[in-house]
């Protein structure tokens, strides 16, 4: 699933690697554009049944960005469109599951949709 990519980059900013290599797949491509679109993500490479990712690392700040999963199958977070637009701060970006695909805040709040909390961006 999803959290395994997610846990695949935070370890991989924690030790300063900019190279990741994953197998290609429905789930990984959607969050791979909204990491992309959120510039964690500098550019993909596609070759085969792999996926090569380069992290986009900022000199002056020794590490990208902090990235926490919240998503756990036992404890489901559910935020209403209310609640995120209270949360909406220009730090914090949240990657929500919602009916309407894997949106950012940002994009939930334009799309007035609510839905699952998978990730927690700041920095």
Do not use: C, E, P
Not at 2 to 23: D, R, S, V
Not at 53 to 82: E, H
Not at 90 to 108: F, H, R, W
């Amino acid at each position: 699933m999803f959290y395994k990519i997610i846990n695949i980059i935070k370890i991989n900013i924690l030790n300063k690697k900019n190279k990741i290599i994953l197998k290609k797949n429905k789930i990984n491509n959607n969050i791979i554009k909204i990491l992309i679109k959120l510039n964690i993500i500098k550019y993909v490479i596609k070759k085969n049944k792999n996926i090569i990712i380069y992290l986009n690392f900022f000199k002056k700040n020794k590490s990208i960005f902090k990235l926490k999963n919240i998503f756990k199958t036992s404890n489901i977070k559910i935020i209403k469109y209310k609640n995120i637009k209270k949360i909406n701060k220009k730090n914090n970006i949240l990657l929500l599951s919602t009916n309407k695909g894997l949106l950012t805040n940002y994009d939930a709040i334009k799309k007035k949709t609510g839905g699952i909390l998978l990730l927690h961006i700041w920095n």
